[in-house]
Structure formats: structure tokens, C-alpha cells
């Protein structure tokens, strides 16, 4: 699904490459973070899988499309084939929840039939149904995730690309947005999550990419990202999280196998449940490893 | 891109950027108003050159006592001299259309009423006056036939052809119209430099949302349509308060008062407004689009 053969990056002015020589596939359907500190290249890799920057030599492929020969008249129909979310969440202040995601059918000229459809279905997806109408500052930081998140899948991407989604969230509503991002993987969603929150990377257990300074130091499929000074949340084997803050998460999501459903032709008969299953669901399949963050006494 | 989004995003857009919105206005209605008057002088110009020139006349000075043209030798015109210019002028119809005969008296007193509030009037003696042919031509441009016939003939001191002074007053007319239309220019640059800027001022205020466009992966027609639309918008608002001033300056100004006050010229009149209307709002439109659009593709790229 997004393939780099050799990218180096490098932007004017700088001695060294943000991106230097890197070969990664990220296969259909595939859950994975991208870790490493700041500046390692994190989000110019994203921004290159957008096209929002040209790589300064080898190839990068994106949804069968090579992007170096990509015509810029083409760049919209690559990007309504991938979704993004970043930390400051984007949305646009003096637009409702509704609004703000049928901003992204408007846009690209979707009927109003089709958003006065789709968009309730995501909203209840995201776990934000009857926010219809707040606007954003009168929503939490999870909830304004939750737009940005809807926003983003609104048009059923095949990629979700998140750029420290959680950065800007505290570590419990952090657990819930990552557990939303895998239920939409789950649905068949391809996902790649920028980040450099160890906790997150150490609950799901997902294929770990670890940069430095532009290099791929580490490919690691159900790997861990420990920077060696933190101190490491511990791990147990129940199957629900009882240490996470969930204030945030107001429900609206079913199994995630309804996901991929909903998103067409949701049926809309169960209520959703409330965070913690929604957190569960991201462990789901993992019964062995659920996440479970203990803080250490006295921390 | 559906037209009740596009319709909401300008609307949206002036609403929120009303100081630009009404300065664009102002600058566009001030340069289209001075473009418009360039142009409407520009026709004045044409329509006093058609009045005039088709009451122009070639005049045929006589020789008085102590003349100063040389020709003269400073004797007078005998009659059978004058009566042989008649005559000749009576063959050549056409191209001589009509022909009248002043005297050395009725100049004198033409000059005097003509110029009865100036110094000039006072000053003048019957001596600075001839007996004269004064002949219309059925076409101006003919004067050269009348020249060539008469100039150096016996009894004629000069052959002046009126339409070379009125000449002198249409080119004076012309570069003050020319120079309206300069002026127009300069304005018009303002309007485009100001155009621009508040373009570029309202894509850096609505950065988020384009940037939100660009990631959903809406096209730059998309992005771009609502801004060119803003523009246009206030550029015809601009270019159609301008007209309204053109149309008020022509029925009320020379319509309305010159040309009551001034009968013995021809003035434009609210048809010449009809006439450049579509020229200076399609101007302001095209204008309005490059600008943006030029813009747009530094600032607003995908």
C-alpha cells in the first residue's frame, strides 16, 4: 500500500537529510507506528506519503501510484485515498462537529444526501453522536480528536496517516483515540501513526518503525519503544484496561467488524459501548498482551 | 464542487474580510470611473471631430491696401480678380460644397462679437482684416485641391484651411484625454497590487481551511474558486458603482448642463456610457480573475 525505495529527503539550507535512505512497506490493512525523537523524520515521511514534499531521490509509491510522477492535477484524487490526523487536530473553529466533517464530502463535491448520511454514521462511529452541533472549543481534546478522526475517514480512505494523534491529549484519552485508530484499521483501513509516546506503542503492540536522525534504525513487527529513561509502564495479562482515565469517551462504537458496515449501510440498532470496551477493541486478539498501564509507586 | 457550497464559501468570505471587501470596491470603482472618463473623452474627441468637420471651411484671403501677403505685392483685389475666383469656386462643386463671401467690415465685426469679452476685441483694427471666400468642402480632406488651385493665384493673399487650427485643438484634446487614460493605468495598477494583497491576506486568514481542502484532497478549482469568486464579486461592485458615476457625470454633467449651456458643439451623451460598459466591466472581470488566479498559484498551491 505505501512503499520507499531509498528516500532521502533533504530540505534547502540543512546539512543533514530529514529523511535519509529509507526503505519501508507498509502492506494493506497494516497497523503501524512510526517512532523515534523529534526531528527524526517522523512527519516529513507522512508528508512525503502525502505529497505535500517531493522526495530529493528514490521512489515513493503510495496506493499503486508512484508519487515523483504523480501530476499535480492528480495529487487530490491520491489524497481522498488517505486520511490525516495531527496533533493540534485542525478543525475549523466556527464549524459545528457536523459541519466540520461534511467540510471534507463538501469539498469534493459529494451530494448533500450523501453527507447528510455519511456524516451521522461517522459521528456515531467516532463515538460523538449528538455533538452534532457544538463547536469545537466547546468539546474536550479527546472529542476534538474524535472530529478530526471522523473528518478524516468521512470519505473512507484506504490509508489513515496520524501524525502524533495523541500528542496533545493525556495518556488515558491517548489510549482511547489509538483504540479508535485500531478499530478503523481493523475495518481494513491501512494505518500509519507517527508518534513518540512510548505508552501508546507499548500497549498495542503494533509493527514498530523506529527512526533516527532520517535513518530506519529498527523494523520490529509487535515491537516496544523504549527510550531507555522512562520509566516503562507494566504489562498483565487481563483483558481490559482499569488504570485509564475514559472521562472522554462518550461510546458510539460497536465491534469493530460493524466498522467497516457502518461506514455504508450501518443498521444503527445497538448504542455503542462505553470506553472501556472501546479500549478493549483495540486490544482485541491480544488476550495474552491486553494493555494494561500501571503507574509505579510514587511516580 | 457543488454551487450552494461555493455560493456560501464567498459569501462567507466577504462577510468576513469587510474592510478589504470595501476597500477593493472603492479603488476599483475610483480607476474604473478615470478609465471611463479617459475613454468617454476619447470620444468626445471623436464625436466634436465629426461635428466640426463637417462645418469646417477653407478660406480664400483677399488682398487690401498695404497688404502683408506677400502674393498681394501690396495692391487690393481688383473686381474682375474676384469675380475670377468666383467663378472658379462655382466650377469646382463638388468638391466645394457651399461658398460665402465676407468682407474686409463683416470680419471685422465677426472677430469683435466673437471676442467682445477679451482685450483682443478691443485691440483689434478693421486694417488686420480681408475680404475672403469662406468655402465649405462636401469632404474636409479635400483641402488640397482648393490650395492648389488658389494659392499663388491673382488677387489671393492666402488660402488657410480651417480644419489645420481645429487639428491643433483635437490633438490638445486628445492628449488630455490620453493622459486621463494614463492616469487610469496607474489606478488600474493600484487596484490590481490591491487585489492582490487582499487575496493574499484572505488565503493566509483561511490557511486552515484551505489546508483542510488540500488534505481531503479537494482539487484547486475547488480551493481556489471561492477566492477568484470574492474577487470578482468585489470588483464588479466596484466596476458597476463606477458606471453609475460615468452614467450620473454624462446625463446630468454634459448631457444635462454642457450641452444646453454649449449649442454650438456636439457632446457625448448616455448611449457613448452603453457603449464602453461592457468593456470596462469585462475588463474588471478579466482583471479580477488574472490577479487572483496569478495569485492563487503562489499561495494556494496543491
Known sequence: MILFDTVTKKYPRTTRPAVDSVSL??????FVFIVGQSGSGKSTLLRLALKEENATSGAVFVAGREL????????PQLRREIGTVFQDFRLLPNKTVFQNVAFALQVIGKSRSVIRQTVPETLRIVGL???????????????????????????????????EPTGNLDPGISLEIVGLLDRINRSGTTMVMATHDLYIVNAFRKRVIELKEGRVVRDDLGGEYNTGDIVMPEWDTRPSLDAVAVGDAAGGAEDSTDLAQAGDSHTGEADGPNSDELVAVGAAGKESKTPRLKRRRGQ | MRLTFLLGEIGNGLRRNVSMVVSVVLVTMISMYLLGMGLLAQRQVDTMKDYWYDRVQVSIFLCVDKSLYANCA???????????VKAQLEQMKPPVKEVFYETQAEAYQRFKNQFRNSPLGEQATERAFADSFRVSLTDASKFDVIASSFQGAPGVGKVQDQKQLLDKFFTFMNVVSWSAIALAVLMV??????????????????????????LVGASNYTIQMPFIMETVVAALVGAGLAMVLLYATVRYGIAGYLSTALTDTAFIGVPDVV????????????????????????????
Open chain 2, 189 to 214: 495598477v493600484c487596484a490590481v497590487l490591491l487585489m492582490a494583497t487582499t487575496i493574499r491576506q484572505t488565503a493566509f486568514s483561511r490557511r486552515r481551511e484551505t489546508g483542510i481542502m488540500r
Open chain 2, 275 to 302: 457603449a464602453i460598459a461592457p468593456w470596462v466591466v469585462g475588463g474588471v472581470v478579466a482583471l479580477a480573475v488574472l490577479t487572483s488566479g496569478f495569485t492563487l498559484r503562489r499561495y494556494l498551491r496543491v
Open chain 2, 74 to 84: 501690396g495692391s487690393a483685389t481688383t473686381q474682375v480678380q474676384r469675380d475670377a
Open chain 1, 25 to 30: 512497506e507498509v502492506e494493506r490493512g497494516e
Open chain 1, 129 to 163: 453522536e449528538g455533538k452534532e452541533k457544538r463547536l469545537p472549543h466547546e468539546l474536550s481534546g479527546g472529542e476534538q480528536q474524535r472530529v478530526a478522526i471522523a473528518r478524516a475517514i468521512v470519505n473512507k480512505p484506504a490509508i489513515l496517516l496520524a501524525d
Open chain 1, 68 to 75: 515523483a510522477t504523480l501530476p499535480d492535477r492528480k495529487v
